[in-house]
T-cell receptor, first 112, second 114 residues
């Protein structure tokens, strides 16, 4: 059974700093991994999707990496802004099991 | 292009009642998945529909059911509501079945069971 863990559960950093969010998963036979953000009381917004054959994906100030062999992914946010404050969730899909398994999320607060 | 829409956005029910939630996917998307989000359990997969057929089902009791119509709109139904069913219910749509592509989520329906 796939299990996804995100540490830390909460993180506060001053505006302008670069930061890294971590995601780990137990079953490396994944199809892909996605990073989402969720604002309070809202749905999920997809940030990046990394296929199992890829090592990283970039979108603007965001960079996500994937290391399947170690069961880890990181989301790097450069030059953080107050608008980046949200909960960030990673989710994986496994071959033969067409659903997303989500981590518990990291609640990020950017301090102006 | 309009995003995924869910109705109603908020709902209050009492134990024992039943509820129906609706999800309209992005135009052209044929796959709709449903998730339950609670503070204790996080996001958990309920089921996925593609072309009116249930393709995958999570580990939830039979009180949770769903269907998809020919226009890809989907409904989920929860019968005999329990306090523990209070949650944010999210639906997501994609072009194809399974999470091979980006899943687009709706804003969710927040259900409170009293």
């Amino acid at each position: 059974k796939q299990e996804v863990t995100q540490i830390p559960a909460a993180l506060s950093v001053p505006e302008g700093e670069n930061l890294v969010l971590n995601c780990s998963f137990t079953d490396s036979a994944i199809y892909n991994l996605q990073w989402f953000r969720q604002d309070p009381g809202k749905g999920l917004t997809s940030l990046l999707l990394i296929q199992s054959s890829q090592r990283e994906q970039t979108s603007g100030r965001l960079n996500a990496s994937l290391d399947k062999s170690s069961g880890r992914s990181t989301l790097y946010i450069a030059a953080s802004q107050p608008g980046d404050s949200a909960t960030y969730l990673c989710a994986v899909s496994n071959f033969g099991n067409e659903k997303l398994t989500f981590g518990t999320g990291t609640r990020l607060t950017i301090i102006p | 292009k309009a995003g995924v829409t869910q109705t109603p956005r908020y709902l209050i029910k009492t134990r024992g009642q039943q509820v129906t939630l609706s999800c309209s996917p992005i135009s052209g998307h044929r796959s709709v998945s449903w998730y339950q989000q609670t503070p204790g359990q996080g996001l958990q997969f309920l089921f996925e529909y593609f072309s009116e057929t249930q393709r995958n089902k999570g580990n939830f009791p039979g009180r949770f059911s769903g269907r998809q119509f020919s226009n890809s709109r989907s409904e989920m139904n929860v019968s005999t509501l329990e306090l523990g069913d209070s949650a944010l219910y999210l639906c997501a749509s994609s072009l194809v079945v399974g999470p091979q592509e980006t899943q687009y989520f709706g804003p969710g329906t927040r259900l409170l069971v009293l």
